[in-house]
């Protein structure tokens, strides 16, 4: 069975600070796809990255980073210079690697507020 | 393109009526999902489609809920009877194995209040 844990339930920050948000999976399968969704005030689900199991380059894109690390099993993201507009519920994301019709498991979600 | 288009936004009703979630996927998405939100239980899974047929509906709580794809733009979620618990926001998704890279693409959601 697949499992992801997101130990942070909510993360108060100021802006213009960093936050990181962990995530921590289990999972059977020796290839998989890892995932991280936004959920703005808004409610709608908004994908941000994808990552291989199989390909454990760091990466940026803007102000969002990801360190993904295979030993421990982690998935973490790293938002920098944090801003109000960030405010969400991030969502960290696990699913297999053969096609699209592979069940993406969520983690609980971590609450982030950024203070102005 | 239009999204993942879901209807209603809010829906109000009382226990024991019949509730109908509606979804529109991407066009050429031949994956559909739909996923329970919840505030105890998260995001859950009910059900997924593949080209209009269910492939896993374990996720489905119980009797009282039903899923229907009878053409490849169009899905239903029905609950009869509704119960207070059933109260959620239900969204559905699509995706395709060309476009699997950037996941699923989610609707809005619904948000079903049951009284």
């Known amino acids: 069975a697949q499992k992801v844990t997101q130990a942070q339930t909510e993360i108060s920050v100021v802006e213009k600070e960093d936050v990181t948000l962990d995530c921590v999976y289990e999972t059977r399968d020796t290839t998989y796809y890892l995932f991280w969704y936004k959920q703005p005030p808004s409610g709608e689900l908004v994908f941000l990255i994808r990552r291989n199991s199989f390909d454990e380059q760091n990466e940026i894109s803007g102000r969002y980073s990801w360190n993904f690390q295979k030993s421990t099993s982690s998935f973490n993201f790293t938002i920098t210079a944090s801003q109000v507009v960030d405010s969400a519920v991030y969502f960290c994301a696990l699913s297999g690697i053969k096609a699209a019709g592979n069940k993406l498991t969520f983690g609980g979600g971590t609450r982030v507020l950024v203070k102005p | 393109d239009a999204g993942v288009i879901q209807s209603p936004r809010h829906e109000v009703t009382e226990m024991g009526q019949e509730v109908t979630l509606r979804c529109k996927p991407i066009s050429g998405h031949d994956y559909l999902f739909w996923y329970r939100q919840t505030m105890m239980r998260g995001l859950e899974l009910l059900i997924y489609?593949?080209?209009?047929?269910?492939i896993d509906d374990s996720g489905m709580p119980e009797d009282r809920f039903s899923a229907k794809m009878p053409n490849a733009s169009f899905s239903t979620l029905k609950i009869q009877p509704s119960e207070p618990r059933d109260s959620a926001v239900y969204f559905c998704?699509?995706?395709?194995?060309?476009?699997w890279g950037y996941g699923y693409t989610f609707g809005s959601g619904t948000r079903l209040t049951v009284v």
């Open positions: 489609f593949n080209n209009n047929v269910p």
């Open positions: 998704a699509s995706s395709a194995d060309r476009t």
